[in-house]
């Protein structure tokens, strides 16, 4: 089975400063590796995921993530962020159905992240 | 196009009642997904479809918990005789196939509170 650790529940950071929201998961043959963003009163949406090749993968708003296979890790970054990004994000880790082609999803507890002026 | 669409997007019951959650897919997707949110933890998996196969049922917390999903499309999440602890907000989401089948689209959720 597999498992996810965000290891800050809260990040408070002012506007234009760089972020990162730490990921840990538990290794696995197969990973495959997702951060979604949850603004107020919304649904979940998909920042990022990485399925194979370059470890570094840019997603929407700016955000990046990079897979390190031998930390375990999947931290996201950004380089400026602003009021707008606010939001709880979530990093996730792909757990075969089985019997299925699609995949069920292990989510991390979340991060908060909260961008002051 | 139009999303994941959930109703209602707020229940509130009395313990002991049961709860019919209904969710609508994207048009085609033809995977579904529920999982539960309870305050200050991740999503956690309930249960999975996938076309005209068995469903998996292995994130169901108990047998109280069921969900069908008629025609391969609409999905009701029912929980019988409601207890405090189902208090949560329970999402749904939906995948295709191709190229995107790993992932997963979500709906705005409902917010289930038991007294």
């Known amino acids: 089975a597999q498992s996810v650790t965000q290891l800050d529940s809260q990040v408070p950071v002012f506007e234009e400063a760089p972020v990162e929201l730490r990921c840990n998961y538990s290794s696995s043959v197969s990973v495959y590796l997702f951060w979604y963003v949850q603004y107020p009163n919304q649904g979940l949406q998909l920042l990022l995921k990485?399925?194979?090749?370059?470890?570094l993968v840019k997603g929407i708003n700016g955000f990046e993530a990079e897979f390190n296979k031998s930390q375990t890790s999947f931290h996201l970054r950004k380089p400026s962020v602003h009021i707008s990004d606010t939001a709880e994000y979530f990093c996730a880790v792909s757990d075969r159905v089985s019997g299925g082609s699609n995949y069920k999803l292990t989510f991390g507890k979340g991060t908060l992240l909260t961008v002051n002026p | 196009g139009a999303g994941v669409s959930q109703s209602p997007s707020n229940k509130v019951t009395e313990k002991g009642k049961d709860v019919e959650l209904r969710c609508d897919p994207i048009?085609?997707?033809?995977?579904l997904y529920w999982y539960r949110q309870r305050l200050g933890q991740g999503l956690e998996f309930l249960i999975y479809?996938?076309?005209?196969?068995?469903?998996?049922k292995s994130g169901l917390p108990s047998d109280r918990f069921s969900a069908e999903r008629t025609g391969g499309s609409v999905s009701t999440l029912t929980i019988q005789r409601t207890q405090q602890e189902d208090s949560a907000v329970y999402l749904c989401?939906?995948?295709?196939?191709?190229?995107?089948?790993?992932?997963?689209?979500f709906g705005p959720g409902t917010r289930l509170t038991v007294l």
């Open positions: 989401a939906s995948s295709p196939t191709g190229a995107r089948y790993n992932e997963q689209f």
């Open positions: 048009s085609g997707h033809t995977a």
């Open positions: 990485y399925l194979s090749g370059s470890t």
């Open positions: 479809f996938q076309g005209n196969s068995a469903p998996d």
